[in-house]
């Protein structure tokens, strides 16, 4: 039984930037078999690393909208106002 969830725009945006990075990740990781020099490699590594900060940040970010979404709360960009001033 397949059912069809609309997904909320803040959400389809997420999961694109998601896609996008995980592209770049996979790219980044057959790259650095081929590297040679150590410096290049660190560099590489550092920006991966950076990439996996920003992949986590969009789950975070996903996690959000959906349990928002969850509990009734459809008001997105003022709840996440809110976390960030908490600093959340």
């Known amino acids: 039984m397949a059912t069809s ?3 909320s725009p803040q959400v389809e ?4 930037e998601i896609r996008d990075n995980f592209r ?3 790219n980044g990781f057959q790259r650095l078999d081929k ?3 150590s410096n ?3 560099k590489q590594l550092e ?3 950076d990439k996996m900060v920003e992949c986590k940040k969009h789950f975070c970010g996903c ?3 959906i349990l928002l979404y969850l509990n009734g709360n459809c008001n997105f ?3 996440k106002k809110k976390n960030v001033d908490k600093g959340v």
């Open 35 to 37: 590297i040679k020099d």
């Open 77 to 79: 960009e003022l709840s």
């Open 40 to 42: 290049r490699q660190s």
């Open 24 to 26: 770049f990740l996979a």
């Open 5 to 7: 969830l609309q997904m």
């Open 63 to 65: 996690k959000l909208v």
């Open 47 to 49: 920006e991966l690393k």
């Open 13 to 16: 945006q997420i999961l694109g």
